[in-house]
């Protein structure tokens, strides 16, 4: 079993269009896992059928009870999260850790495990898929990446797939690291703006850390095509092979706007798309 | 006062409306918390860098000679950044979020914390704009004590916080304590999608908010019934423009080359102020 993780540094490149589509070109061979845990998309082109459904417990959270606490305030003092204000928790910023439960001589904290939201093994008609619905503000852990992923080796596994495609998110953080660590390639989506250069730059550095290999896209390499040669360059100085180029296409939008992968529609990005998936191919 | 710049979804615009916003004004502090891929600075090419200072965390040391093995620091430690073996503790920087609860559960008073960097505050000037970024370590997983310290050198009348795309913790970290939150999206499906999330955490947070269309014509229209629906305000639309992209591309700020769109976002500031009071 092969693992192939798309991700970008900068957001908004076109992750989630490319691996909808490389999900249509791998029909049948692959595990489609949603890894852009905060800010899933990719459900809305593949529009999956749920036929299994876990519950993602994140990291605890300290509650007070109001008929215990005798109001000292050494739970706030001693919080490092900023999370409790007015002898209450903010689960928004409470990171689980247990120090105000440790510090109250009155034993008014207690620990509780937290639903964060769901995660799912579904069908879609190019293949299986394992996604998530993460409740909004809930922390975006490894962890819920690493359960995204596990379940979608084991849908592999027990189907016979070769592959396992997963959709990462933006940034070089938490998430990105969990959505890396073991894949047999990470397909790095950039753009040929400078703030694409910036983070491309950085995000290499991070694969090449983890020391992954690495492929690189770069999406709408028309837009301006002296930053995307400046692109080219810096992957033949780091030996990254630049995967494939697609051109501005306004099919994209138009086929996210119908929720298909813009392969099904056709055009210049499609063909550049299928070009990139026959490199793919190669290292698979 | 504070407004931050934030989206859900990656690659609506954050930086382009924090830039412009900020070239539009005078005296503004321009803070940049997307502490992973940092770029707002790169729009500003004449910066000159005031100064660099180091983010670290706390990490837990043990001295061996008082440590007994007893395991109380790695019972609490509920991120499992340490492990006491028979002849010694193992401590995992990476996975410890610096709570400082080894150090209290410690009977020994054998553990106590050392620093750990991951990453550098930038603070740097271009003409009337303070511009300040975090940028995280390479191969650094935590974001938010980062950049709770990049926000906590907002200290101007006005500061703009850029913040990471996404709708958790390192989105909650950098627009908690905003005065508004404008949301900046696209036109589309991804980006209805993921500013219907964003929006429901602000609402968690009680933080005022409006919204600013990028990109407008491309996709469909279901973003502005979608507002009008829920009665949430929609500040200012940028039309989907060649000439707009290409500016950013080369990291031009484009109001500077199409200064009547400075108006524009002295206007978008007035409407903020009275949304947020």
């Known amino acids: 079993m092969k693992q192939i993780a798309v991700i970008s540094g900068k957001g908004g490149t076109g992750k989630t269009s490319l691996a909808a589509s490389l999900a249509a070109l791998a029909r049948g061979r692959a595990v489609i896992a949603d890894c852009d845990v905060d800010a899933p998309d990719l459900h809305l082109i593949l529009r999956p059928v749920i036929k299994e459904k876990r519950e993602f417990l994140g990291i605890k959270m300290a509650v007070i009870d109001p008929s215990k606490c005798t109001l000292c305030g050494s739970c706030e003092e001693h919080c490092r999260f900023g999370a409790i204000s007015d002898h209450a928790v903010n689960p928004l910023l409470c990171e689980g850790c247990g120090v105000c439960k440790l510090v109250c001589t009155a034993k008014a904290v207690g620990m509780v495990d937290r639903l964060s939201g769901y995660a799912y093994i579904s069908q879609t008609r190019f293949g299986p898929m394992a996604h998530v619905d993460l409740f909004p503000g809930e922390e975006a852990s490894g962890k819920l990446v690493a359960m995204i992923r596990e379940m979608a080796r084991e849908t592999a596994a027990s189907e016979n797939l070769e592959l396992v495609l997963i959709d990462g998110s933006p940034g070089i953080g938490c998430p990105v690291i969990a959505s890396l660590t073991g894949v047999d390639l990470a397909l790095v989506v950039t753009e040929p703006t400078i703030s694409g250069v910036r983070d491309l730059e950085r995000v290499l550095g991070v694969t090449e850390h983890f020391q992954i290999k690495t492929a690189v896209c770069i999406n ?7 930053v995307s040669s400046r692109i080219e360059d810096i992957c033949r100085e780091n030996s990254i092979e630049v995967a494939g180029k697609l051109p501005f296409d306004q099919t994209v939008v138009e086929a996210m706007v119908l929720g298909e992968p813009v392969v099904q529609l056709g055009g210049p990005a499609a063909e550049g798309i ?9 290292y698979l | 006062m504070i407004i ?5 979804k990656g690659g609506t615009g954050k930086t382009l409306v924090a830039t412009s916003l900020a ?6 502090q321009l803070v940049d918390c997307d502490v992973e891929e940092p770029n707002a ?16 965390v706390p990490v837990p040391e043990v001295d061996e000679s008082r440590c007994t093995k007893c395991g109380a620091c790695s019972d609490f430690c509920s991120h499992h950044a340490l492990a006491v073996l028979p002849g010694q503790v193992l401590i995992f920087p990476e996975l410890c979020h610096g709570c400082g609860g080894c150090a209290l559960a410690c009977p020994e008073k054998a553990i106590s914390e050392g620093s750990r960097p ?5 603070r740097a000037r ?13 191969g650094e997983a935590r974001t938010t004590p980062l950049i709770r310290a990049v926000k906590g050198m907002a200290k101007g009348e006005l500061t703009i916080v850029d913040c990471p795309p996404g709708t958790s913790c390192s989105m909650v970290e950098a627009v908690s304590g905003s005065d508004f939150c404008l949301l900046v999206t696209e036109p589309t499906p991804f980006g209805l999608y993921d500013l219907d999330i964003a929006l429901k955490v602000l609402e968690k947070m009680k933080i005022p908010r409006g919204v600013l269309v990028n990109k407008s014509g491309i996709g469909d229209k279901k973003v502005y019934q979608y507002l009008e629906n829920k009665g949430i305000p929609l500040l200012m639309e940028i039309p989907m423009s060649r000439r707009v992209a290409e500016l950013y591309s080369r990291g031009t700020i484009f109001v500077q ?6 108006d524009r976002f002295r206007g978008l500031l007035k409407n903020i102020k009275e949304l947020a009071s």
Not at chain 2, 4 to 8: D, E, L, T
Not at chain 2, 118 to 122: A, T, Y
Not at chain 2, 126 to 138: A, D, V
């Open chain 2, 126 to 138: 271009s003409g009337k704009t303070e511009i300040i970024w975090g940028e995280l370590r390479l």
């Open chain 2, 41 to 56: 600075y790169l729009f500003f090419p004449d910066r000159e860098l005031i100064d660099v200072a180091k983010c670290s």
């Open chain 1, 274 to 282: 299928k070009e990139l998936w026959r490199a793919l191919e190669t």
């Open chain 2, 118 to 122: 991951v990453g550098e505050i930038f």
């Open chain 2, 257 to 262: 080359e199409m200064p009547e769109w400075k």
């Open chain 2, 4 to 8: 931050s710049i934030a989206s859900g």
């Open chain 2, 23 to 28: 070239a539009s004004l005078d005296m503004v």
């Open chain 1, 220 to 226: 709408k390499y028309d837009l301006n095509p002296d």
